[in-house]
Nanobody, 116 residues
Framework: VQLVESGGGLVQPGGSLRLSCATSGFTFRSYVMAWVRQAPGKGREWIATVSRSGTTNYADSGKGRFTISRDGAKSTVYLQMTSVKSEDTAVYYC???????????WGKGTLVTVSS
């Protein structure tokens, strides 16, 4: 099983960034996918979830600025980040959970740094 995040980097406040999470080794369509972040010195914070059918939910911190989506053909989940703020600086992790068996998988994360 692999969840490989990419797309992180340095971005200026107010800018945009798209994170990708390419997955393999499990049945992507059977899993709810999410993005979770961890800022320096803080615990993990759930950001957004996309269901198998594409229904999305967002934490207040990302609502209106972030968009989560999934591509079943590519077994990939995305997080489009816009109007980023310094407080969005964190390691962003991809997360998968089976809808019935609660099996969980995590990626290793990609660092997003928001700074001028």
């Amino acid at each position: 099983v692999q969840l490989v995040e990419s797309g992180g980097g340095l971005v200026q406040p107010g800018g945009s960034l798209r994170l990708s999470c390419a997955t393999s080794g499990f049945t992507f369509r059977s899993y709810v996918m999410a993005w979770v972040r961890q800022a320096p010195g803080k615990g993990r914070e759930w950001i957004a979830t996309v269901s198998r059918s594409g229904t999305t939910n967002y934490a207040d911190s990302g609502k209106g600025r972030f968009t989560i989506s999934r591509d079943g053909a590519k077994s990939t989940v995305y997080l489009q980040m816009t109007s980023v703020k310094s407080e969005d600086t964190a390691v962003y992790y991809c997360y998968a959970r089976h809808v019935i068996y609660d099996t969980e998988y995590w990626g290793k994360g990609t660092l997003v740094t928001v700074s001028s």
